[in-house]
């Protein structure tokens, strides 16, 4: 490992943290880290959303309590049926699904409210920063669960409402982020010029602030997600999030949980699936960051 | 911790005046203004905790009565309770409570907020604790074996077992540590708490299973983080390229000089993750039947006992902001040029 002074320049800089070598086996490599995950998310998402539509996949709902606990394998039900019969291939597509319009609403409603709230505290600045980053520490610094349990019992546990709940906790998130990038571009002399050419503070902001900064905000959705189909996961499992019977991995997980020890797959199923869904999305980020990073 | 700071040609005279000075320190001053500033934070949460629990549907005299109780009952409960009166004024009286140092009782039980609170928190700080010293055993010789050399057979599989061990969601990792260590093995209890007074070695038993589901995720992330720091630091800093010059070999770079200054950063870390770690173990406790906070605040909601809930959450809110603050702290020991916010070009 060569140690290169020369390149050293603020310690903590980026690009120091780039490999010493480039060559056509480790592009190939940087490539494969890339385009796998990528591929497992697309593939994913083209199982929970197109697949049903075109596929031969049944119900996920309304089976008969005759065909109950089938195991895996059996004629018609890939995945077997669950304790009522309903199939498990089927609900664990459709409970993907809730889970990824979930995961995709949350992070786009982060990147969007808590993008501009972050962005409009760190440009206005003073008092008005002030004000909206202690309104934001207060929703980090109340236990999401809360929120969440109030707004499920409040109003009635859905999809819509579990994700409310969950945008209580990715809006702070993204705005605290939103607004220490915008503090560093801030000063950056391309904003300078634009405020010299005569564009108003609006202007600024739409068009130089937020093109740059939303490829950070990006990435960090991309992690996000894994983090949000996981806590969409905890909530269903609290019977909070999606209301049985409509699936969602989370209450899937947690009707297994009951018969843990007689038929641990009505457990390791949904599991499985959420894990593999979670490493796609923490591998694809992780391997654009460290693209963007290298740049 | 001398060897990240103190410059040689710092003037003696500044060193002099430093007790007098103490008043005006800046540090003083910052830690001052973070507290000042999280007064209207803790305020906004119990305002919203307050809120969040008057529009819940029913209150606690419905249900403690339960279903069958007639109207009547049920009205006399609540002015028994206090809850007839408006909802400025039952938050007038609980906040003019909190700062008089009386965190009321319980609406279910009659007992008081503060020694609810004192019978649960140890064993939520007991678990984070475990969890805590199980994570940090494991991921930091992890780390310094990865960073010892990247791209290495150790590294890969640790990267491999780490982006794994973070990528599951705890509830999931409890149900299948409980599937494998208490139903097919049964060498841990699946459930319940054993107080320490009833043995220690059963007591450290009852909470394996709940640690190492909060711990593993952790531990995988710390590594990571502490990994690419170390690696950071040794393809970057100067100091490490004069720990060399001087001859120093690669293990005493690594341990004596890299790993102290990256330590400084995974603590920073730890601090701000905290908030997330105590959501954690609502859950945990949950699936594992801990009687701790997380545990105490899912009853408190569903039987909407306001006090516990308030005690609870104003718990959390203190830890989170905290948590921040030293966070911030250890940032700026960490690093000087942080303190006067330039940045050296």
């Given amino acids: 490992m060569a140690v290169t002074p020369s390149d050293v320049t603020v310690p903590g800089a980026l690009e120091a943290v780039t490999g010493p070598s480039v060559g056509p086996r480790s592009r190939l490599r940087s490539g494969l880290g890339l385009w796998i995950p990528a591929g497992l998310v697309a593939l994913i998402f083209f199982l929970c959303f197109v697949w049903p539509l075109i596929g031969p996949v049944g119900s996920p709902t309304g089976g008969n309590i005759l ?19 309903n199939d498990e291939w089927a609900r664990l597509l459709y409970g993907g699904r809730a889970s990824l319009e979930i995961a995709l609403a949350v992070n786009a409603l982060g990147i969007v409210v808590g993008g501009l709230l972050g962005a409009l505290a760190a440009y206005l600045g003073d008092w008005r920063d002030a004000v909206i980053m202690r309104v934001l520490d207060v929703f980090i610094a109340f236990p999401a669960l809360v929120l969440a349990i ?34 560093r571009i801030r000063e950056l002399n ?13 202007r600024t902001l739409v068009r130089h602030v937020m093109p740059n900064i939303v490829p950070q905000l990006m990435t960090f959705a991309l992690l996000g997600m894994g983090i949000i189909i996981v806590l969409e996961g905890a909530l269903s499992f609290l019977g909070l999030g999606v209301p049985p019977p409509a699936p969602s991995w989370g209450n899937m997980i947690s009707a297994g949980e009951s018969v843990l020890s007689v038929t641990p797959r009505f457990v390791f199923i949904p599991s499985i699936a959420l894990f593999v869904t979670v490493v796609s999305f923490n591998l694809l980020g992780d391997a654009l960051r460290s693209r963007w990073s290298q740049r | 911790m001398s060897s990240t700071s103190a410059p040689l040609s710092a003037p003696l005279a500044a060193r002099a005046g430093r007790a007098s000075r103490l008043a005006g320190s800046p540090t003083l001053r910052f830690i001052l203004r973070r507290v000042l500033a999280a007064i209207p934070v803790l305020f906004g949460v119990t305002l919203l905790t307050f809120v969040v629990m008057n529009s819940l549907p029913g209150d606690a005299a419905q249900e403690l009565l339960g279903a069958s109780a007639t109207p009547a009952e049920v009205h006399e409960l609540s002015v028994k309770l206090g809850l007839d009166k408006p909802f400025v004024t039952r938050y007038w009286d609980w906040l003019h409570g909190l700062v008089t140092g009386h965190l ?20 939520t700080f007991e678990l984070i604790l475990y969890a805590f010293l199980l994570s940090l055993v494991i991921a930091v010789p992890m780390a310094i074996l990865s960073a010892r050399r990247p791209g290495g ?40 708490w054993v107080p320490p007074d009833q043995g220690l070695g ?6 394996t299973l709940p640690a190492v589901s909060i711990a593993l995720p952790l531990l995988c992330f710390y590594a990571r983080l502490l990994r690419a720091d170390l690696i950071e630091q040794l393809q970057s800093e100067d100091y490490v390229v004069t720990a060399r010059a001087k001859g120093a070999g690669p293990w005493a770079v690594l341990l004596r000089h890299t ?6 950063g995974l603590i920073t870390v730890i601090a701000l993750n905290f908030g997330t770690l105590l959501g954690t173990t609502v859950i945990i406790e949950d699936i594992f039947g801990l009687p701790g906070i997380g545990h105490e605040l899912l009853t408190a909601i569903s039987n909407r006992d306001t006090p516990v809930v308030e005690g609870a959450v104003l718990v959390f809110a203190v830890v989170v902001v905290m ?15 942080v303190r006067y916010g330039s940045n050296p070009k």
Avoid: C
């Avoid at chain 1, 065909?67 to 019969?85: C, R």
């Avoid at chain 1, 707004?151 to 702070?172: C, N, Q, R, Y």
């Avoid at chain 2, 059963?202 to 909470?207: E, G």
């Fill in chain 2, 202 to 207: 059963q007591n450290i038993r009852s909470l």
């Fill in chain 2, 153 to 192: 057979i150790f590294d890969r599989i640790s990267m491999v077992f780490s982006m794994s061990g973070l990528s599951i969601a705890p509830y999931v990792l409890a149900l299948l540590l409980i599937w494998v260590f208490a139903v097919k093995l049964g060498v841990l209890p699946a459930i319940g």
């Fill in chain 2, 323 to 337: 948590s921040n603050l030293v966070a911030d702290l250890l940032y700026s020991a960490l690093d000087p040029r």
């Fill in chain 1, 67 to 85: 065909e109950a606990n089938l195991p895996i394998g059996s004629a018609g039900h890939v995945l077997g049926t669950d304790q009522v019969g």
């Fill in chain 1, 190 to 202: 391309f904003i300078a010029a634009a405020g010299l050419s005569g564009t108003g503070p609006v």
């Fill in chain 1, 150 to 183: 109030a707004i499920a019992e409040g109003l009635g546990p859905s999809e819509v409402h579990t994700i409310w709940a969950l945008s209580f906790f990715s809006v702070p998130a993204f705005a605290r982020l939103a607004r220490a990038e915008t503090l």
């Fill in chain 2, 259 to 264: 790993l102290r200054n990256s330590a400084f």
């Fill in chain 2, 104 to 123: 009321g009782h319980s609406l279910a039980s009659g007992q008081s907020v503060a020694s609810i609170l004192a019978s649960d928190l140890p064993v």
